[in-house]
């Protein structure tokens, strides 16, 4: 169904009204009839040059096909706030709840930050406003990347676990994979301790309250998984590559409503080797058309769906090194970023010229799906509807 | 009657004093100079190469030459331009010849650590489970396999700078020989390699902030940038090549013990030999573990290959 302007008031309209009363009106949460959304998280840290300038990009699809499908926004911007960095977590917060610093750590160690949303993510917001069954609100996580589970949903008294999304990642995978080797009885003794051991450290991943709970819908998900690839994790597509082969199995699957994917690959330029950062970019970029290819032709998404592509953050721009965008320490360049809006009811082939912030894409994505992120600090943006 | 005037026997000492001040200023800012590009720094290492072997035989005490010049050259010359290009003929040739001697010496192991880092991460990038631990393995052993060469590289740098040969480079068993008699300053030598090593990593790794360091910067006015970036490069220059003529002078001053306690038969014994080389190797790790941190910060292929302090005096900033 279309987001037309009129929609789109009548939703922040009909979101207030609920949100003033606390529930919805008819009691009961009403069954999800609004489109289907899809964030690409275009992460790792990304500049524009490199993406959306189309003289010097390394994605020829989101550039030359899908920006003409939507609306390009070329001047997206991460509010500069003290105490603030530039770094995945934090903008995947930013994303998802639509505020600056809402989050707290839960542990951080060198190199690998543990942080969890305080506001309420964009899943919560959803399954607390529709009857949407768990499996339907999907987070697509690395495999190295366990700390991103806790983007699942937030710590907060009105929303929480109860609402949480579920999350596709190969982490996911080999705790199921543990828990039905021994209740099949039929592992090795061998096998059987090496995934004990590494049970052991997925349990230094978790939190009070985010171990994944049981649910039958990915419990076959995984069975088909397992069926297609095993059980030694080098059969299946790895790096960025396994997100989208994650994302495209949970949408013929799976058909979740709302899904964020997690692309992590351009920031191995941290380490210094600036091809693996347009690789990378090149990898995104092939799998965003593969997810938007693999939508026109389903049933279930094909007229029904929108893309939100936006970077988790920037990369630095600094030319007294080597690799000028080897890090993303908080600087100009690391700020700007970009976003691609495109589906049903958003505008075509428009370049929309003003600066946007990225705290507003949690309710814009909210005037989609007809619910208000009521504890965001940025406004709907409004201009992407036709 | 005319009054007479004591003149301080301080005065000459003084005066010299503040020539040879004036001196040594004037040496840092022309030899920082020429480290500024990577074909003048080897005129630059030339010229630290010929000093340090000028050095030794003042150590020792025997006639010297005249203390080298950048340009000019022997002023009793017949020639005019070997009077006034001689100095820069031979810097360029000594410099050359120490650089390659250098590289050479270090080459096995920097291409490893250059091949281990670039190829580790490429396996890791593409996510080959299968052989993760082949490129890290690699790196490790190039570490370790190092540290007994690197353990001898001042050594072998000042016997080349002696001897002025490429292969004096390798004579292991004298280099060897040298580093035993010359005991706890070779130590301590060694000790002020490995500072001035972190001296670099903050070369490397300040411009990496650069752009949180003035208002200028932050706001990403790009002239100002390149402009702060020149300015530090300068900076960090002068302070290399000031650092280098310190250990330089600590090197010819071990070198010249080691031969006189050599001389006289003066060896330090198997076990403090061997605890003064594992001592050296244990720095020569944490210096190579400061190599790979300002790898991380602000990555330079090149920098695998050249270490500023022993080998091509130029700082690849900005």
Known sequence: MAVTRRRFNAALAASAATLQFGFNLTSARAAYRGPNVIIVRFGGGVRRAETIVPDTTWAPYLVNVLAKRGVLIPDVHIADIEGMDTSHAEGTINILTGRYAAWKDAGSKFLTPRIEPTAPTLFEYLRKAFDIAPHEVLLINGEDRPQEEFFSFARHKKFGGAFRAEVLSLYRYKRWLYQTLIAEGRAKSEQLENLAEQMKKFDKHTLPGRTPKANARLDRFWQHWRRDYRETGLINARGDQLLTELALRAMRQLKPRLMMINYQDPDYVHWGNASHYTRAIAVIDRGLRQLVETADHMDAYAGRTVFVVIPDCGRDSNSLLGIPFQHHFNTKSAHEIWALVAGPGIARGRVLDKPIDQSQIAATVGAVMGFKARYAEGDAISDLFS | ?318
């Open chain 2, 1 to 318: 009657m005319t009054g007479t005037v004591a003149i301080s026997a301080d005065v000459p000492k003084r005066q010299g004093l503040l020539a040879g001040t004036v001196r040594t200023m004037g040496t840092i800012v022309l030899g920082a100079a020429l480290c500024l590009t990577p074909p003048t720094a080897l005129i630059a290492l030339g010229w630290l190469t010929r000093k340090t072997a000028h050095d030794i035989r003042g150590n020792q005490g025997a006639p010297s030459n005249e203390r080298p010049k950048f340009v000019r050259g022997d002023p009793t010359s017949d020639r005019r331009i070997s009077r006034w290009f001689g100095g820069l003929v031979q810097n360029l040739s000594a410099g050359v010849k120490a650089w390659f001697g250098v590289i050479a010496f270090t080459l096995p192991f920097s291409l490893a650590w250059l091949t281990g880092w670039f190829a580790g991460w490429e396996n890791s990038f593409s996510k080959g489970y299968e052989q993760a631990g082949v490129w890290p393995t690699v790196s490790l052993l190039a570490v370790f396999l190092s540290l007994p060469i690197l353990s001898l590289l001042p050594m072998a740098v000042a016997h080349q700078a002696q001897h002025a040969s490429f292969a004096s480079m390798f004579a292991l068993k004298e280099i060897l020989n040298r580093v035993r008699a010359a005991g706890w300053r070779y130590l301590m030598l060694t000790i002020l390699i490995t500072l001035g090593g972190v001296g670099v990593l903050g070369a490397r790794a300040l411009p990496v902030f650069g752009e949180h360091m003035l208002a200028e910067n932050v706001q990403g006015d790009v002239k100002a940038l390149k402009a702060f970036g020149a300015v530090f490069k300068i900076v960090m220059t002068v302070g290399l090549f000031a650092g280098i003529l310190l250990v330089r002078k600590m090197m010819a001053s071990t070198y010249a013990h080691a031969e006189a306690r050599m001389s006289a038969g003066e060896m330090a014994g198997k076990f403090k030999s061997l605890f003064i080389l594992t001592a050296t190797g244990a720095l020569w790790l944490s210096a190579v573990f400061i190599i790979y941190v300002g790898q991380f910060l602000n990555y330079n292929w090149w920098a695998w290959f050249n270490q500023p302090v022993l080998m091509l005096p130029w700082l690849m900033t900005g």
